[in-house]
């Protein structure tokens, strides 16, 4: 009989984590009860998704920290899978909406639901806040498709708190409180790259989560090489707070700018692997719930792109 082999890194079996290797990643998850008041953000990421991904890089209780938490979807991710997680926001307007999340939801058997104290609207009136719908049915769903409840988080049952703390300010100030080698992972969505003016990102993205005149905000830096200066700097710090052997998972788009492709994704992993950080590979997402129409962009003259993914660089402190 073969020895035991000891899982060091997540609570997955053989196959789970081989499923997860794949480098295509496509989901259709259908809007979670809280997706009305996370909606407001525009750029903000289904839990369900990183649940997945903090499945695969930490174990049951430990720390998650994401530096650039929006709303909250690495935040509730974390709580769905039975981890602790710290969350640095900048705009104090996402901060509250997580925070009425926290105080009006919780979540069981590993899906997020309302408390049974949150105040409820009519919901035959007012229509805000849809029913967690249990399957996705066949529209938008493929081969591959992930858009129900996963193994790993059906397998947590019961019911418990959402417990995350967000804490409000520039990341880069509020990492430096945190301790040298403290959390398992950093799981985390910034801003993708330079704003190049409010007016055009908007179009290019329907973002909403823009801070206006904000300086520190990393989608307001002037250009990409200043992105990356700022990204340089948070790496150094993601460095320094993760424990060894642990994991950066960085999620960032592509983007198309002055009748170029800019590969932001790679031009990201190359300032972790200047950092320090190994490079490990990277998932391509592809999240269908949110594709919108192809745009007829310079058609019967250039070709550009219609950029419909997403990276998730998977980088780790060797
Ligand atoms: C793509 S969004 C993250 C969305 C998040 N994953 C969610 O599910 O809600 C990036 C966020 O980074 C925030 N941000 C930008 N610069 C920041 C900084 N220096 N410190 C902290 N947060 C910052 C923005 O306000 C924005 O909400």
Not at 96 to 122: C, H, S, T, W
Not at 278 to 285: D, P, T, V
Request: aromatic fraction near 10%; include cysteine; charged fraction near 20%.
């Amino acid at each position: 009989m073969g020895k035991k082999r000891i899982n060091h890194l997540n609570d997955l079996n053989g196959s789970e984590w081989l499923y997860w290797t794949d480098s295509l990643y496509i989901t259709s998850y259908p809007p979670d009860v809280t997706h009305a008041l996370r909606k407001a953000h525009g750029a903000m990421k289904p839990p369900e998704v990183m649940a997945e991904i903090i499945s695969f890089f930490t174990q049951r209780g430990q720390l998650v920290l994401d530096p650039f938490a929006g709303v909250g979807g690495t935040l509730l991710g974390a709580a769905m899978t039975r981890r602790q997680a710290i969350g640095f926001e900048l705009n104090p307007a996402w901060v509250k909406i997580y925070e009425e999340i926290k105080a009006g939801f919780m979540v069981q058997d590993g899906q997020l639901v309302e408390a049974d104290n949150r105040p409820r609207p009519n919901r035959a009136t007012s229509g805000e806040w849809l029913p967690r719908q249990k399957d996705p049915g066949p529209a938008g769903s493929g081969p591959g498709t992930k858009g129900s409840g996963t193994s790993q988080l059906a397998t947590q049952s019961g019911t418990w708190p959402i417990t995350g703390e967000m804490r409000q300010g520039d990341c880069l100030e509020l990492l430096k409180e945190l301790g040298d080698e403290s959390v398992e992972v950093v799981v985390t969505d910034p801003p993708y790259g330079a704003q190049h003016g409010a007016t055009g990102f908007a179009a290019e993205t329907n973002f909403n989560m823009l801070n206006a005149g904000e300086t520190a905000d990393f989608g307001n830096a002037p250009d990409f090489e200043t992105y990356l200066e700022l990204m340089h700097r948070f790496g150094l710090e993601a460095h320094r707070v993760l424990k060894p052997q642990k994991y950066l998972i960085i999620m960032v788009g592509d983007r198309f700018r002055a009748g170029e492709y800019v590969p932001l994704g790679y031009l990201v992993a190359e300032e972790m692997r200047r950092v320090g950080f190994r490079f490990k590979g990277l998932k391509i997402w592809s999240n269908k719930a949110t594709q919108r129409p192809l745009k007829p962009y310079a058609v019967l003259s250039s070709f550009v792109p219609n950029i419909t993914h997403q990276n998730i660089l998977i980088l780790k402190k060797e």
